[in-house]
């Protein structure tokens, strides 16, 4: 079992109302799940936000949290309801209403990773389904709602920032007429997740370093930002979609030649957004 369902780290002073969190760059793949794989220890990779805690560990320098999963998305995914399980992969599981993420292998326990390559030969018991979620997901979930809760009790505000990367190709389907291609995805579940002006912000930081954005396509966002957002009661959930081909050869999982270059222009970027939660900053947009 992977060593611990998260690590928190936190600012020596909070300073900001944001919270930084990415629940799929967890690495830890022991032996004992490796073991019941098909797939090698390169291929299981594959689905993982590889290095996304890495290019925000910063976060805590500009007074916000940064949350970071422990276990990997290929054990359980925490940017699904741990109601989403897969009766393809889990024993027991009735089949309910057709759910597009659980149909296709992306449930909180997926049976597939990049591709749709199985994970598994045959099924999971329902026990050990189970034991994931109470070990992983539930803790990490508990933890997300502490530090927004946190948050908001200090600056009547709360505002999660989700982080994510996606593969280069993933675009490919919205990229029209010479259009230039987004490098980030901002979702907000179309406005339905946080308040369009602190989205504005976010969107803005990226573009002032040069980096495209696109908003809600093809990337909404998913569990975590329908869960967490409420921007009727101040707490804003937006997803960030990183291409990994910016920083990272996504065939090896690697760093690329541009990573410490694009981490130093993160940085100018997450200090911005930290900056969206400052009491003084929002005080002043009011």
């Not at 936190?10 to 797939?39: K, Q």
């Not at 927004?148 to 989700?162: G, K, T, Y």
Request: charged fraction near 25%; glycine fraction near 6%.
């Amino acid at each position: 079992m992977p060593k611990v369902a998260f690590h928190l780290y936190r600012p020596e002073v909070h300073t900001s109302c944001v919270v930084f969190a990415s629940p799929h760059s967890g690495r830890d793949y022991p032996w004992s799940f490796l073991r019941h794989t098909l797939l090698d220890e390169h291929a299981i990779r594959s689905s993982e936000d590889a290095y996304v805690d890495r290019l925000f560990d910063c976060a805590p320098q500009f007074g916000a949290p940064l949350l970071k999963a422990g276990a990997p998305r290929a054990f359980v995914d925490l940017n699904r309801s741990c109601d989403e399980l897969d009766p393809a992969l889990i024993e027991g599981v009735r089949r309910a209403g057709h759910n597009p993420r659980v149909a296709s292998g992306l449930g909180v326990v997926p049976r597939v990773v990049a591709n749709g390559r199985a994970i598994y030969r045959g099924k999971l018991p329902m026990a050990e389904a189970e034991r994931r979620i109470d070990q992983y997901w539930r803790p990490y979930h508990r933890q997300v709602q502490q530090l927004l809760d946190a948050a908001h009790r200090q600056f009547s505000e709360a505002i999660l920032i989700d982080c994510h990367s996606m593969p280069h190709e993933a675009v490919d389907g919205i990229v029209r007429g010479g259009a230039p291609r987004p490098d980030i995805v901002i979702g907000d579940r179309f406005g339905a997740s946080a308040d369009p002006a602190i989205v504005d912000r976010i969107e803005s930081a990226f573009a002032q370093v040069g980096l495209v954005v696109a908003r809600n396509a093809p990337f909404a966002g998913a569990y975590i930002t329908q869960a967490y957002g409420r921007p009727s009661r101040r707490q804003h959930a937006i997803q960030i979609e990183i291409d990994r081909a910016i920083y990272m050869d996504e065939a090896t999982i690697r760093p690329n030649a541009n990573f410490h270059a694009f981490r130093r222009v993160l940085r100018g970027v997450i200090s911005e957004i930290a900056a969206i939660g400052h009491r003084e900053q929002r005080l002043a947009a009011e």
